[in-house]
């Protein structure tokens, strides 16, 4: 009995586990070249659900990405349905093909980037405003490219290793 609950639990934290990699998509176009599509001018729009799905916030968000060669400058200004105006500035360093370093002033530590494909996969810890202080939450967030124009955001925002909440973003590159 005690051995069929251990596989039971087992197989159930398996299913709970996020097993895609950036490298699934390796193969797959169109290419995403995060510092390609995010320079100049990009516009946003997202909703902020909470854990069981909810819709709690909605934004548009104006981005500006400036290329030097070696590091991408983003300016995003999100404007939330709410009245409240959000401004981070990332500067993101490309390590080589596939390999990204960023950061940014509310991010704790350094923020880490793949990209395959269509693909850009970035980990980081935000700290985000809840009630006059701020909480660190760990964002995994994926960007699919569509096309030379569109790309798809989803983040898993968690604390302690559990969903706190879900973002969806789309893009448009003008």
């Not at 169109?30 to 909810?54: H, M, T, Y």
């Not at 990405?65 to 981070?88: A, H, M, P, S, V």
């Not at 202080?133 to 898993?156: C, G, H, L, M, S």
């Amino acid at each position: 009995m005690q051995k069929a609950l251990i596989l039971i639990l087992i197989l159930f934290l398996n299913g709970c586990a996020n097993n895609m990699k950036p490298t699934d998509f390796k193969d797959q176009k169109p290419r995403l070249i995060i510092e390609d599509f995010l320079s100049g001018n990009v516009k946003a729009w997202g909703i902020l659900q909470n854990r069981s799905g909810k819709v709690i916030r909605q934004f548009s968000a104006d981005l500006n990405g400036k290329w030097d060669g070696k590091q991408l400058i983003l300016d995003e200004k999100f404007n939330w349905t709410d009245g409240e105006i959000q401004l981070r500035k990332w500067k993101i360093n490309k390590i080589d093909e596939h390999n990204y370093e960023g950061s940014a002033a509310d991010v704790v530590g350094t923020a880490r980037g793949y990209s395959y494909g269509p693909a850009f996969k970035f980990e980081y810890v935000l700290l985000v405003p809840v009630k006059g202080k701020e909480i660190k939450i760990t964002f995994d967030d994926w960007i699919f490219k569509q096309d030379d124009n569109v790309a798809i955001n989803r983040a898993i925002m968690k604390k302690f290793g559990f969903k706190v909440a879900e973002l969806t973003v789309t893009f448009v590159k003008n």
